[in-house]
């Protein structure tokens, strides 16, 4: 069901029960190897369904169940998968599973008893097209994954790594995708394959690779090319005499209109709007790690007090025991009561995570919907940021709890023999502004 274009390759379409692949047609003789696959999965639901899969087999793997490939295979697959078979809400994931030709692949429980290595990455309906980076390097496979969140191509991500791993000397490279009930476009944009060498050793030359019988069907398709362009020359320069004899100069081809040229106000509003995005996402993805640090130091503080409950509760008999134990059991359940808002915080991280996610497509929104959208996402924040002073407030020792600088003594510049004495001469400057206004009103009367 696969459908190639001029720049990609739908492996399959947003159509039920659709099965998908491509191959090398001839094997790969690289010792070691890097591979380098850019794709986009999107679909209109919430879930889709069932994945993505990226080969090195033995064999061509055309058809069959696993991702659109054939079971039994002998190399690896490193698989993308969408949708949640085994009700673990682990998914979407990444699985590497290696095969030796005769295992079945565990579908109804996402390969969980097969994999070798798994990480959970969404992959679905992302801004740009998500690459991975597969290395085989002196038998350790490593999976490195860009989510398509930003337009950095080498903004890799380590997902999984599996060591000691023996993969067939040749093999063919492939990509397959499938769905089932639920649907999704598998859209294949690039596929890359480098050969690895070792430092100072020498790289074998390309004639060293090739066959003489490709080498001579290269060739002739070169001189039919080549044929063509001369060809396309003289007509051109029979249809365009006034350029003969000057060959170099070039012509340009200029826009027709302003609007090729300049960036458009909308597009400008949605370039800054993907950048506050992405910036956004950043903070969120540092602040998470910071909360997996906490959490864990709290996990071991738990562990350790536990620990001492079962040594002391073993070692001290009697009433004193008794009271050291529940002593402890205090402190364990405070940490356990910090172990539940800081899952309270992630989870408050990962609805603001997801939120995030959700503006795939940006330019069917207004900008009503828009700034509510950056107004959810900053009570998000202002939410995690008061729950993280409030942990740090509740986990601080009483010694290091900032205290309130004490008011200094107000000073008592007016005694009482200077408030008295300054009474009396108010008192007396007061009553002879009185005698003196009646004086001068009283001439005053006499003098009409």
Request: aromatic letters at 10%; charged letters at 25%; glycine letters at 8%.
């Amino acid at each position: 069901d696969a459908i190639p274009s001029a720049d990609q390759i739908r492996i399959t379409t947003s159509l039920k029960s659709q099965k998908g692949s491509v191959w090398t047609k001839n094997k790969s003789i690289f010792e070691y190897w890097e591979v380098e696959v850019t794709f986009r999965v999107t679909g209109r639901g919430r879930i889709g369904a069932d994945g993505l899969a990226v080969w090195f087999t033995e064999e061509q793997g055309l058809e069959g169940p696993v991702f659109g490939a054939a079971d039994k295979w002998n190399g690896v697959g490193i698989f993308f998968d969408s949708f949640d078979n085994d009700g673990k809400k682990n998914n979407p994931g990444v699985i590497v599973v290696g095969n030796n030709g005769k295992l079945l692949y565990d579908h109804q429980n996402d390969g969980a008893t097969q994999a070798l290595a798994s990480c959970l990455r969404d992959f679905r309906n992302k801004p740009y097209p998500v690459r991975v980076k597969i290395t085989y390097y002196k038998k350790t496979l490593t999976v490195s994954v860009n989510n398509g969140f930003t337009p950095d191509k080498d903004d890799y991500e380590l997902c999984a790594k599996v060591e000691n791993m023996e993969l067939p000397s040749q093999g063919y490279f492939g990509i397959s995708a499938a769905t089932g009930g639920l649907a999704d476009d598998h859209d294949v944009l690039s596929f890359l394959t480098f050969q690895l060498t070792e430092p100072g050793k020498e790289v074998p030359t390309p004639d060293a690779e090739i066959p003489q019988k490709d080498k001579e069907k290269y060739q002739e398709e070169f001189e039919h090319f080549q044929q063509e362009l001369d060809k396309k020359k003289e007509e051109f320069q029979k249809e365009h005499p006034d350029v003969q004899g000057q060959p170099g100069k070039t012509t340009c081809a200029f826009p027709s209109s302003a609007d090729d040229v300049f960036e458009t106000v909308s597009d400008r509003e949605l370039r800054q709007i993907f950048e506050g995005q992405n910036r956004i996402h950043l903070e969120i993805k540092q602040l998470n790690r910071q909360l997996d640090m906490i959490l864990d130091e709290q996990r071991r503080y738990v562990s350790a007090v536990t620990d001492e409950i079962a040594k002391r509760g073993a070692g001290l008999p009697g009433q004193q025991g008794q009271v050291s134990q529940q002593e402890i059991e205090t402190v364990v359940k405070t940490q356990e009561e910090v172990i539940r808002q800081v899952n309270e915080i992630r989870n408050s991280v990962a609805d603001t995570l997801r939120s995030i996610s959700g503006a795939q497509h940006p330019g069917s929104a207004g900008v009503y919907e828009t700034t509510q959208h950056f107004n959810d996402i900053k009570e998000h924040l202002h939410l995690v940021k008061r729950d993280i002073e409030h942990l740090a407030q509740r986990n601080m020792p009483s010694s290091d709890k900032p205290k309130c600088p004490e008011l200094p003594p107000f000073p008592s510049c007016l005694s009482t023999m200077h408030f008295i004495i300054f009474m009396a001469v108010q008192t007396v400057l007061f009553i002879g502004y009185i005698m003196y206004r009646s004086q001068q009103e009283a001439a005053a009367k006499k003098f009409f």
